[in-house]
């Protein structure tokens, strides 16, 4: 079974201080690790994946498979960045993926001014 | 160009009665997504299609949910005998295909369906 814990439902910074949203995963195989951002009445899109290794809006995340974590960081938060973050975990196989995503249960960024 | 598109925005509907949903993907995408949110939850895969066939349907939580994709585009889903407990968000979303490099999912503005 593979699940997908993100402990914190909210989270609230100041603009300009460092944020960490967490994120845990439990999976037997290797897994695809992504973070899905949805802005105030948009929908549902892709942050960044692990695969990628990119900075996306400063946003950065590793996966760590001893600690089976990939937290999302980002050093200078801004009041753009509030929104809902969900960390989703695809199982792979053979080197492929497949196709359904697992995802937390969310965590609500609140940058204030 | 356009996204992923779903119809009804919203649903209101009784409980027992039938209801169906539906789903446009992006122009050419083979692998199609359908996921249900409750309140307060991340999204809950239920049946992901690659073209027209169902290759995974083992989150649909009990008979009375069906999904169909005939030509390998348009999808509905579909459910019988509503209950109370199905009222939630129901996301759709599409793929140029299932897993590899491509895998990036494109999700459509869901449809909020309340059974009463």
């Known amino acids: 079974a593979q699940r997908v814990t993100q402990p914190e439902k909210l989270l609230s910074v100041f603009k300009g201080a460092p944020v960490e949203l967490k994120c845990n995963y439990s999976?037997?195989?290797?897994?695809?690790l992504f973070w899905y951002v949805q802005y105030s009445r948009q929908r549902l899109q892709l942050l960044l994946r692990?695969?990628s290794r990119e900075s996306i809006k400063g946003f950065t995340a590793d996966l760590n498979k001893g600690e089976t974590s990939f937290h999302l960081k980002k050093p200078f938060a801004q009041e753009e960045d509030s929104a809902m973050y969900y960390c989703?975990?695809?199982?792979?196989?053979?080197?492929?993926?497949?196709?359904?995503?697992?995802f937390g249960q969310g965590t609500i960024l609140t940058v204030h001014p | 160009g356009a996204g992923v598109s779903q119809t009804p925005s919203n649903k209101v509907t009784e409980k027992g009665k039938y209801v169906e949903l539906r789903c446009d993907p992006i122009s050419g995408h083979t692998a199609l997504y359908w996921y249900r949110q409750s309140l307060g939850q991340g999204p809950e895969f239920l049946i992901y299609f690659q073209g027209t066939g169902a290759a995974d349907d083992s989150g649909l939580p009990n008979d009375r949910f069906f999904a169909v994709r005939p030509e390998g585009s348009v999808s509905t889903l579909k459910i019988q005998r509503t209950e109370r407990g199905d009222s939630a968000v129901y996301l759709c979303?599409?793929?140029?295909?299932?897993?590899?490099?491509?895998?990036?999912?494109?999700f459509g503005p869901g449809t909020r369906l309340t059974v009463l």
């Open positions: 989703a975990l695809s199982g792979k196989s053979g080197g492929t993926s497949y196709g359904k995503l697992t």
């Open positions: 692990h695969i």
């Open positions: 999976y037997s195989g290797s897994p695809e």
């Open positions: 979303a599409s793929s140029l295909a299932s897993g590899g490099r491509y895998n990036e999912q494109f």
